[in-house]
Structure formats: structure tokens, C-alpha cells
């Protein structure tokens, strides 16, 4: 702080929760409608403070049938569906970056640069404006409801490539001799040097991917017919359409509670990883 | 950009880079080829025959004016939210960078929407604006608005720009509390040495200081805002009423998964990626030529 200001520190700390307010209404409001029964969710004005069904509720969503007059897999499922799709995403985009900005920056070999704008363009090119080819490349493949239609076609990643080759180039040229001088070969000097020492780098990068992939939206409405593979993201929009009709607004808002639990868990309990991996990867 | 040092040649690294390349050929080039193909087609009704027609459906498109409609708007709603987004983040971030204690504290409590899916970010907006039921509508009657962005176009737009905007605030604090916090304390100090007030010296020292996270915010903002928030609009309003809220995303997904209109929606998909394209090459230029003082 540079001089005191009295009246300025109370701003400041006016603004402050006046802000944390207004961002966290909504998540606030949604917590409320989950935690009351389906008669008070009709009544307007609807509740501002909790209510005490919280727990039956969870219990009804992960358990329970789902909404009345809807085929949908259980809750529980979709959310294991999510998390298998989050982490192959963000495992699969962490291996081969790694071993591809391994090649680009220790090897000289012919087509290097070809190889590397190759993966640059990427990065021009989000699922949004290829949805309707990729598609079709996948069903071709007959990969339409499988884990592998889910999270395959997502895990080709320049940023993270990126990533990996500036944290690499600025490990001392030394470690390489020496390896060598020990009679280290590629892999070796790889598994042994390279990833451990860029450990905080993959962990960060990992926090990112996980959003990344949990929130997937789009794609997995493509590609999932089956209920069995739908995930828990996606199922949010068909109970809002079924809301017309029956407006379970307390099993819909407990799914959504659901739904972004493992996220922000995950954003508030690494919150140092995921500021590093958020500032590194967009740079 | 490669080792001084480096391993002796050999087959290893055609196979390490073989998973990335394989699955961008199959997966990006392949797809974004056939779309640049598709484009330069139209197929008959019933799907039988198809012809090549140069730049026929660029030109149909340009023509539309529903096309031209829905560019201008997906400009408007880009600008809405990066603007709205990043004037608030720039204003909790220049008061955060002033709390010496609970600077955490608050800092863990402004950013988990970035966590949040932008359809449930939808979710959670059109619950609370439910013409109906939802609490905000409610408190908007009692004050004499009548709320209802199922009918009216404006007030839809409103709405999906509000909940974007929310969920990208977190991401702007991020980046701009870190900018302020770079900036050396002697100049600030010297500022207020000099008898420069708060007020001014957030005018005439940050923020032209922190211009180029600005710049990089408002790029990455737009990507955002054209690409990310579909599943915004798909959840709150699937682009009504009357097309208040179809954006140019959206608007791809429609005619080719809905409309089947291949042609056309490849023809989309081409001038969206030109856009990327462009948006990206900007951003890499600022990257390689920082803003500097």
C-alpha cells in the first residue's frame, strides 16, 4: 500500500464482496433449488435461503430415475462417462504432446518444421467449425458411442505441444551431454530427465486439460445416441428441455451442482497450478 | 528452437511425433479439407447427385440477408461480452490489487465460473430469468419489467450476453491482477510522491502499463465469444426467439445438423475458420511485438 486512505480501504473491500456477490449468485441460487422439495420449487417467489432436502435429493439425482417421463441414464453413470472422457482427454493430450515436442526440439530429422506447423495449425481449427466433416470421419470409423469416439478426436493439442517444447528448451544443454557421456539413450534420458523435470509443468497443464474435457458440450451431443454414453454436461440440456413440461427444478439443479462440482474442486483445491497452467498455456 | 545438442538420427523420432500427426491428419486436416470441398458443392434435395459450383455458396451466403444479419449480430454479442466481461474484471482486479490482506482469499472466491461448462453457465441463467418461476424475473415484475426472453428478442440477447460475460469474468481477473501485480511498486510510489491520486494514477500509470494483457484479452475474449458460447445459446434460447440470438456458430450447427443443408454449412465452417485464422495471427504477431512503453 503506498499512502493510507482510510475511506478508499472500505471501498475496496466493498467492491470486493460486492463482486464475490454477483458471481456467486447464481451458484448460490442454484445450491438453494437443490436443496429444497419439488412442491416448494413451484411456488414463486422461490426460496433465497436453503431448505433442508438437500441430501434426499443428491441421493434421488445419482440414484433415482431421473425426471418423469424421460429415458436417461442414471446421474452416477453420465458422471462416470464425464470423468472417463475428461481424463483420456487430458492424459492423451499430455502424452503426445510430450513425446512430439520431445522429437521437435532433441532430433534433427527431415520434415521437423513440416511436422511442427503441421500441429500448429491445430490450433486454427476448433471442433466448432469442423463439427459436421469430423463427424462423418468418425462414424466412418464407427466410432459413435464409444470412449474413443469421445475424447480421440480432441486430443491432438498444439498449445500443450507448445508448451512442452519452451519448458524443454530451457533445460540446460549440459543435462543432455552428460546423459549421453553416461551412456543414456533418447528414451532413457527422456523418462528419467525430461519428465521429472517438467513435472509442475505437466501437473499444471493437467488441471487445465481436466476442465477442458469435462466441459466438452458440443461434441459429445454429436456423437452419443445411446443413454448409456451420455455425459453429465450434455444431460443438463435435455432436462431443461423436459423442465416444460415437468419442472423438477430441484433433481435439475442438483445435476447441475453436480455437474460443475469436480471442476471447480479441482480449480479451488490446485488453485496455484491452475493459475500457472491457465498464464503458461495462453502465452 | 532445436538443441545445439541433439540425438544422432534415426527412426525414433517419426515415431514419437506418429500419435500427433496421425490424429491431426484424421481428425483436423482431413475434416477441414472436406468442409473446404463440401463448400464448393451443392447437393440436390433428396441427396442423389451433386455438382460443383465454385464459389456459388460463398456468394448465396453474402447475399442472404439473414447471413449478413447473423455476422453483424455475432460482431455485436462478441463485442458485448468482451467488453462487459473485461470492464468488470478490470474494476475488481484494480481494487484487488490493493487488498494487502485476504488478497487469496478473494482472489479462490472470484474465480471458479471459469470452472463452470457454458451450458450450465446457461442453466443457471435462464433458471433465474424463468419468465415464470425464475427469482430474478419475479423481482423484475415487482419493479414493473416485464421479463420474458422467450418473446422478446432483446431482452434474449440480454441475457445469453449477461451469462458469457459472468462466466468470463474469472478469466479476465486472472490475467489483469497478475498484469498490475508486475508492475514495479517504485513507479507507483514515485506517483504518489509526486501528489498523484488513486484515481489518476490508475489513468496515467496501470492502465496504459497493462494495455498489452488488454490487447490479449480482448482477442482471446472474441475467440471466446464466437466459438465457446454455444453451448450458452444452445441451453438458453437454441438462437430465438425469431433468430434475436443466433450467432454465426450457432448458425453452422443449425443448417448443417438440423437444416441438412451441407453447402451451405460448409461454406459457414470455411469463412469461421478464416476468422480463427486471422484472430490467431493477430494474437501471434502482439505475442512476437509487445505493446511497449
Sequence with gaps: ?283 | MLKRVHFPPSLLPYLLVAPQVAITLVFFIWPASQALYQSFLIEDAFGLSTEFVWFENFLALFEDPLYVETFWRTAYFSLAVAGLSMTLALLLAAFADRVVRGATFYRTLLIWPYAIAPVLAGALWVFMFNPTLGIVAWALDALGIDWNHKLNGSQAMLLVIMAAAWKQVAYNFLFYLAAMQSIPKSVIEAAAIDGAGPLRRFWTIIFPLISPTTFFLLVVNMVYAFFDTFGIIHAVTQGGPANATTILVYKVYNDGFVGLDLGSSAAQSVILMAIVIALTVVQFRFIEKRVEY
Design chain 1, 1 to 283: 500500500m503506498i499512502e493510507n486512505r482510510p475511506f478508499l480501504n472500505i471501498l475496496t473491500h466493498l467492491v470486493m464482496i460486492f463482486g464475490i456477490l454477483m458471481i456467486a449468485f447464481p451458484i448460490w441460487i442454484t445450491f438453494v433449488a437443490a436443496s429444497h422439495d419439488p412442491i416448494r420449487m413451484t411456488q414463486v417467489p422461490l426460496p433465497l435461503l436453503p431448505g433442508d432436502q438437500f441430501f434426499v435429493n443428491m441421493k434421488n439425482t445419482l440414484f433415482g430415475r431421473g425426471l418423469s417421463g424421460t429415458e436417461t441414464a442414471p446421474v452416477w453413470l453420465m458422471m462416470l462417462n464425464s470423468l472417463a472422457m475428461a481424463l483420456s482427454i487430458a492424459i492423451g493430450k499430455i502424452v503426445i504432446s510430450l513425446l512430439s515436442a520431445f522429437a521437435i526440439v532433441y532430433f534433427r530429422f527431415p520434415f521437423r518444421m513440416g511436422f511442427f506447423w503441421l500441429i500448429f495449425i491445430t490450433l486454427m481449427l476448433p471442433v466448432e467449425v469442423r463439427i459436421l466433416p469430423t463427424f462423418q470421419v468418425v462414424a466412418d470409423l464407427g466410432l459413435l458411442n464409444s470412449y474413443v469416439g469421445l475424447s480421440l478426436p480432441l486430443i491432438a493439442s498444439a498449445t500443450a505441444t507448445f508448451m512442452f517444447r519452451q519448458v524443454f528448451l530451457t533445460i540446460p544443454d549440459e543435462m543432455l551431454e552428460s546423459a549421453r557421456i553416461d551412456g543414456a539413450g533418447p528414451m532413457r534420458f527422456f523418462w528419467d530427465i525430461l519428465v521429472p523435470l517438467s513435472r509442475t509443468n505437466i501437473a499444471a497443464l493437467f488441471v487445465i486439460l481436466f476442465i477442458y474435457g469435462w466441459n466438452q458440450y458440443l461434441w459429445p451431443l454429436l456423437i452419443t445416441t445411446e443413454t448409456d454414453m451420455t455425459t453429465i454436461v450434455m444431460s443438463i440440456k435435455q432436462m431443461l428441455e423436459s423442465a416444460e413440461q415437468s419442472p423438477e427444478w430441484n433433481i435439475i439443479m442438483m445435476t447441475a451442482l453436480l455437474a460443475m462440482l469436480p471442476p471447480i474442486l479441482v480449480v479451488v483445491l490446485m488453485q496455484k497450478l491452475f493459475v500457472k497452467g491457465l498464464t503458461e498455456t495462453d502465452k
